[in-house]
């Protein structure tokens, strides 16, 4: 037997609720691999799935958790052997399929991507979904002429998972970070990361008539969408390139062609779900080369699987910042 936090769900009232159990082996779903979990993280989909679904969770009981690391106990896959170190993010897991909030997960072995050397169980899970989507970006960025030295990166939404990695990233690869907040308290915090400058988000969310404002940026990772990309878009430097990670303010976007079509801008959508495995291999080696731990380390939150539903509450309403680090053994 272990634990895991399993989301049940009334079909009467239609209301779900979540809750440490015991479950068995026999009662993991179908898959190649299992892994003995270390830890998992918090992400706005986990707080979804803790909740009341999203739509995104199909059957209930569930088991959320669309992130975790660990040991491979048992493979009918000849690419993982009892004793490996893996991570998975995406793929719908925690969602769809039984996830990474329990001591023990069985997954199809498609889905995993072996630890680089230099990352352990709990900084990958530091890193998660956020911060292996922020390292997408950079690389999306990079691959779309990205150099240090052309000015400011905007980073929005930048107190959050996502945002915080990819400040620690940016400033650590000799970028200029513009962090934009809406939470003042948070400014101190973003400067350790590696910040440059602080933006308060009103300066930033709302619409304006004009389509092409100063050229300010370099590039940008956007985790808000709505207006706050729309009016980014309009302050990016010629052909510079926005990566579009999120939809913290709207999936709206109130914008004009003309920044694409007068300064050459990039709109680059990031996607961490169904990257495919080669790409993966790719950012996890960036991780392991391009983030510094240290920086991790001061954004990292400790909890236990009891926490979880307090926790996925608290995500929904914006009041986690940086990453959660979830010991499923404790």
């Known amino acids: 037997m272990f634990n895991a936090l399993v989301v049940t769900k009334d079909e009467d009232s239609g209301k779900t609720a ?14 190649e691999v299992t892994v003995a979990v270390d830890y998992s993280t918090v992400n706005y989909k986990d707080g979804l799935c803790i909740g009341p ?55 199809r072995a498609d889905w995993l991507v072996p630890l680089p050397e230099g990352v352990d169980t709990r900084q990958a899970m ?36 996502v945002g915080s990695v990819a400040t620690a990233i940016l400033s650590n690869l000799g970028y200029e970070v513009a962090a934009v907040t809406g939470r003042p308290e948070t400014s101190d915090y973003l400067t350790s990361l590696g910040a440059t400058q602080i933006v308060p988000r009103e300066e930033l969310n709302e619409t304006v008539k004009r389509p092409l404002e100063s050229e300010n940026w370099a590039g940008c ?17 010629y052909g510079a390139s926005v990566a579009a990670v999120g939809l913290a303010g709207g999936a709206g976007l109130p914008a004009t062609v003309i920044p694409f079509l007068l300064r050459g801008v990039n709109l680059l959508g990031i996607d961490s779900v169904m990257q495919p495995y080669d790409n993966r291999l790719r950012a996890w080696q960036r991780v392991a080369t391009d983030l510094p731990m240290d ?29 959660v680090v979830v010991d499923v053994n404790a």
């Open 18 to 31: 979540a809750a440490v159990t015991e479950l068995s082996l026999d009662q993991l779903p179908e898959g």
């Open 53 to 107: 679904g999203g739509g995104l969770v199909r059957k209930y009981p569930h088991v959320p958790g669309i992130d975790f690391a660990g040991t491979v106990e048992a493979s009918s896959d000849d690419r993982y052997q009892p004793g490996d170190k893996v991570v998975l993010t995406g793929w719908r897991v925690g969602e769809a399929h039984w996830g990474g909030y329990a001591q023990k997960a069985r997954v």
């Open 126 to 161: 530091a890193v998660g979904t956020a911060g292996f989507t922020a390292m997408l970006s950079v690389m999306a960025l990079e691959d779309h002429g990205l150099t240090p030295g052309h000015g400011p990166v905007l980073v929005t939404g930048a107190a959050g998972g």
């Open 221 to 237: 990772i956007d985790a808000v969408g709505g207006a706050m990309l729309a009016r980014v878009l309009g302050q990016m430097k």
């Open 295 to 323: 920086k991790l380390e001061a954004m990292v939150k400790p909890a236990t699987l009891s926490d979880l539903p307090q926790l996925g509450a608290d995500i929904l309403k914006g009041q986690v910042k940086g990453r």
